[in-house]
């Protein structure tokens, strides 16, 4: 049974940092491109950064610079590392998997999806 998890989230102020995790389970995780994907309130889901095979990766213009994601193949998880948080940040975030569609920020070609950590940034 495939199952990601994701953990890490919480209230901060802004400027402060937290750092998610996404423990993967249940199928070979090295042959999967992961991405995180987040959604606010009223909005609709939106990708946030994606890592392909072999480390490459990609950011939402709005969190390069202050977000980095990274993937531990040794322990089936995914990190965001995210600073200097911003109230626009607040959000619940989600992982996410994809077979064959590396580095696509298209959410239907991912095959696997957590339940979610909440972040929410204070001003």
């Known amino acids: 049974q495939v199952q990601l998890v994701e953990s890490g989230g919480g209230s901060v102020q802004a400027g402060g940092s937290l750092r998610l995790s996404c423990a993967a389970s249940?199928?070979?995780?090295?042959?999967?491109?992961m991405g995180w994907f987040r959604q606010a309130p009223g909005k609709e889901r939106e990708g946030v950064a994606l890592?392909?095979?072999?480390?490459?990766?990609v950011y939402k213009d709005s969190v390069k610079g202050r977000f980095t994601i990274s993937k531990d193949n040794a322990k089936n998880t995914l990190y965001l590392q995210m600073n200097s948080l911003k109230p626009e940040d607040t959000a619940m975030y989600y992982c996410?998997?994809?077979?064959?569609?590396?580095?696509?920020?298209?959410?239907?070609?991912?095959?696997?999806w957590g339940q979610g950590t909440q972040v929410t940034v204070s001003s």
């Open positions: 890592i392909g095979s072999y480390g490459s990766t």
């Open positions: 996410a998997a994809t077979r064959y569609w590396c580095l696509s920020w298209h959410e239907d070609r991912y095959n696997y």
């Open positions: 249940g199928y070979t995780y090295s042959n999967y491109c």
